[in-house]
T-cell receptor, first 113, second 114 residues
Framework: NAGVTQTPKFQVLKTGQSMTLQCAQD?????MYWYRQDPGMGLRLIYY???????DKGEVPNGYNVSRLNKREFSLRLESAAPSQTSVYFC????????????FGPGTRLTVT | DQQVKQNSPSLSVQEGRISILNCDYT??????FLWYKKYPAEGPTFLIS?????DKNEDGRFTVFLNKSAKHLSLHIVPSQPGDSAVYFC?????????????FGTGTLLAVQP
């Protein structure tokens, strides 16, 4: 039981390049989330998926797109990376979209030069 | 507009003593609160939570207290152990929303000295 896994762990991109961050969970959770963590800012919600087939914007969605591929997988895409997207990205999942604890993956450290 | 505030960026405590981490919130719609612990290069892990219908929740060495009138919650760790050294995030959620969207504080780095 791996919980929430994320790939890659580290990535360096040049401005304008694109990439997809992958996330998978094996806990049969319905809801999944993408956050970014910046120094002094805490974690901020980028996008979430309350259930398979649905996605919605969070607090900081600009510059990102997401795909809920199936119940297990939720990917985050940067179409044209910018230095402001340098951050640590965390994927999380929860049993349902109601009030419940979220379980986090280990994170992806992304640097955009 | 920081809806969840952790005003102490860091805290240092001696092993065996009590650690008290504080969190304030401004949104009166928040009715569920969580504490997460984060080690370097790892994702946050859930520690303890409390619903607004309670004023205290205890789990082993960890106790969370909620003061709704003051919009304040605190996490007590007693006794503190060196393995507790980590960043602690407070988070809040509003039941009125359709989805469990957590609003996080900026975190407090706890250092427990042996």
């Amino acid at each position: 039981n791996a919980g929430v896994t994320q790939t890659p762990k580290f990535q360096v991109l040049k401005t304008g390049q694109s990439m997809t961050l992958q996330c998978a969970q094996d806990m049969n959770h319905n809801s999944m989330y993408w956050y970014r963590q910046d120094p002094g800012m805490g974690l901020r919600l980028i996008y979430y998926s309350a259930s398979e087939g649905t996605t919605d914007k969070g607090e900081v969605p600009n510059g990102y797109n997401v795909s809920r591929l199936n119940k297990r997988e939720f990917s985050l895409r940067l179409e044209s990376a910018a230095p402001s997207q340098t951050s640590v990205y965390f994927c999380a999942s929860s049993v349902s979209s109601g009030i419940s604890e979220q379980y986090f993956g280990p994170g992806t450290r992304l640097t955009v030069t | 507009d920081q809806q969840v505030k952790q005003n102490s960026p860091s805290l240092s405590v001696q092993e065996g003593r009590i650690s008290i981490l504080n969190c304030d919130y401004t949104n009166s719609m928040f009715d569920y609160f969580l504490w997460y612990k984060k080690y370097p290069a790892e994702g946050p892990t859930f520690l303890i939570s409390i619903s607004s219908i309670k004023d205290k929740n205890e789990d082993g060495r960890f106790t969370v207290f909620l003061n709704k009138s003051a919009k304040h919650l605190s996490l007590h760790i007693v006794p503190s152990q060196p393995g507790d050294s980590a960043v602690y995030f407070c988070a809040a959620s509003a039941k009125g929303g359709a989805t469990n969207k957590l609003i996080f504080g900026t975190g407090t780095l706890l250092a427990v000295q042996p």
